[in-house]
T-cell receptor, first 112, second 114 residues
């Protein structure tokens, strides 16, 4: 049982490049989330998806797009990376109200 | 949305109980209180959650006041491995019916002193 799997674990991009962060969960959870965490800061919600086919903006959605491909997968896309997007990105999933969320181990992204 | 307030940092002696407070004075009746921790730069780890009653599991105890406006996470016998940032969050409803989102604050950095 892998839980929440994120790929890649590390990535370096040049300013203006694009990339997609992948996230998959094998717990049959309805809700999935993308967060970013800057050095010394707490987690900030970028986007979330309550179910397949639905997505909603979080606190810091600018510069990102998401896609809930199916119930298992939730991807985060940076169309034109900027140095301000250098951060650690975490994906999470959760079940119904009252159940806990499970996090992936993060993707460390550096934009130069 | 209910907000939480936590002290930015705390110290606790190894082997003693660590008591981490959280204020959530605007919590609504059907919102749960969750606690997570983050060790170094790993993904956050679930600890415990509750609605009204006090809860206990193998990791910790959660004490929620009767008015539900505050709670305390108790690590009964803190070890050095409990050094981490601890987040108290409430489960909030999103913009669409049935949507849920987790919103983290800045947490409490707990340092266990040998």
């Amino acid at each position: 049982n892998a839980g929440v799997t994120q790929t890649p674990k590390f990535q370096v991009l040049k300013t203006g490049q694009s990339m997609t962060l992948q996230c998959a969960q094998d717990m049959n959870h309805n809700s999935m989330y993308w967060y970013r965490q800057d050095p010394g800061m707490g987690l900030r919600l970028i986007y979330y998806s309550a179910s397949e086919g639905t997505t909603d903006k979080g606190e810091v959605p600018n510069g990102y797009n998401v896609s809930r491909l199916n119930k298992r997968e939730f991807s985060l896309r940076l169309e034109s990376a900027a140095p301000s997007q250098t951060s650690v990105y975490f994906c999470a999933s959760s079940g119904l109200r009252g159940t806990e969320a499970f996090f992936g181990q993060g993707t460390r992204l550096t934009v130069v | 949305d209910a907000k939480t307030t936590q002290p930015p940092s705390m110290d606790c002696a190894e082997g003693r109980a660590a008591n981490l407070p959280c204020n959530h004075s605007t919590i609504s009746g059907n919102e749960y209180v969750y606690w997570y921790r983050q060790i170094h730069s790993q993904g956050p780890q679930y600890i415990i959650h509750g609605l009204k009653n006090n809860e206990t599991n193998e990791m910790a105890s959660l004490i929620i006041t009767e008015d539900r406006k505050s709670s305390t996470l108790i690590l009964p016998h803190a070890t050095l491995r409990d050094t981490a940032v601890y987040y108290c969050i409430v489960r909030v409803a999103g913009s669409n019916f049935g949507n849920e989102k987790l919103t983290f604050g800045t947490g409490t950095r707990l340092t266990i002193i040998p």
